[in-house]
């Protein structure tokens, strides 16, 4: 396994396209039902918020070292401005945001008690955008453009990934590698990226055939390879680590890493946080991808969205053997 280059990742810019969030955390305790209906009463002990969507796949590449900056859209409210600030603390740049009176800031609160996801409430606006404001996207898309050595688009179905925005972004970034995490209903657009990260279930209703077996994942995996053009494909398998789809017909499977799993929410955003950020300082699709099956490992045995840090991923690196089955090729 070739050591992360910690200058090369300084020097890596990575510019994510998508839909922002804001993710609230109420952390509390369950002690008795309620009276009113049977449910848990959750006595809330603290509560916490953290950048989520696309901004917490910028918040995992700044935690790696490397230069992120953020196009999406916000609300005009105070969800938006939370948002904006916990970003930019962070270090993130946030020239490239939006903001859109018509709709609010997208949140999502998750209500966790003793380690234990209760409920989660979303409020969001998930019709697409004007064509004013997609208009006013693409500007501080354009305007940001230079010096990236990294592209993500994080399509969450909230209305800020249209077809039109697939196509120019890839039209616009040719030469630079595009990294996306798909959304089902977008299937055909993503044709001319780089590689995607869809989970098995998304792969699987995007071809039209559900993954149950080996022959299942390797049928899923080359369909999606010729539709699209790809130079590379994960298919991440849950407890099972991920599969590696290459444009020369090779295919691998990594095992999970993750010595215990508490929650697996924002994991498929740290899997293309550092697939993105580790091609961006010059390790190859392999290696890349072993190294982000690595650090899906460590977020997943923390409760909440946590953002992966460089000083943990190379820790792990040192104690994991990196087991890499090549299945065909």
Not at 143 to 166: F, N, Q
Not at 169 to 195: N, W
Not at 280 to 291: H, K, P, R, T, Y
Request: one cysteine or more.
């Amino acid at each position: 396994m070739k050591s992360l280059d910690e200058k090369k990742l300084q020097k890596s810019r990575i510019l994510i396209i998508g839909d922002l969030m804001l993710d609230k955390h109420l952390w509390g305790e369950v002690e008795r039902i309620s009276p009113e209906a049977p449910v848990p009463v959750v006595d809330v002990i603290r509560e916490t918020m953290v950048p989520g969507g696309a901004s917490n796949v910028a918040n995992n590449v700044v935690g790696l070292g490397a230069r992120a900056v953020v196009c999406g859209v916000i609300g005009r409210d105070s969800d938006g401005a939370l948002l904006t600030s916990l970003l930019q603390e962070k270090g993130i740049e946030t020239e490239g945001l939006v903001e859109d009176a018509s709709r609010p800031t997208t949140v999502k609160t998750r209500v966790i008690a003793h380690n234990q996801h209760v409920v989660r409430i979303d409020k969001e606006k998930r019709s697409p955008l004007s064509g004013e404001v997609t208009s006013a996207l693409w500007e501080r898309i354009r305007a940001v453009r230079d010096h990236i050595s990294g592209v993500i688009i994080e399509d969450y179905g909230k209305g800020v990934v249209t077809p039109g925005l697939i196509k120019d972004v890839i039209s616009l970034f040719q030469g630079v590698p595009i990294a996306v995490d798909p959304k089902e209903a977008h299937y055909l657009m993503y044709k001319g990226a780089t590689v995607m990260t869809p989970n098995h279930h998304e792969a699987g209703r995007m071809y039209g055939k559900r993954i149950e077996t080996r022959e299942d994942l390797l049928t899923v995996g080359d369909g999606i390879m010729k539709d699209l053009s790809l130079q590379a494909l994960i298919i991440t398998l849950g407890k099972d680590g991920m599969s590696l789809f290459l444009r020369n017909g090779e295919v691998f499977l990594i095992p999970t890493v993750a010595r215990e799993e508490f929650d697996v929410t924002g994991a498929g955003d740290t899997v293309i946080a550092v697939l993105s950020t580790m091609l961006a300082a010059g390790l190859d699709f392999g290696q890349a991808s072993a190294i982000s099956n690595v650090a899906a490992g460590i977020v997943v045995e923390q409760p909440g969205v946590v953002p992966i840090g460089l000083g943990q991923l190379k820790e792990r690196l040192k104690d994991e053997r990196i087991i890499i089955e090549k299945v065909r090729g």
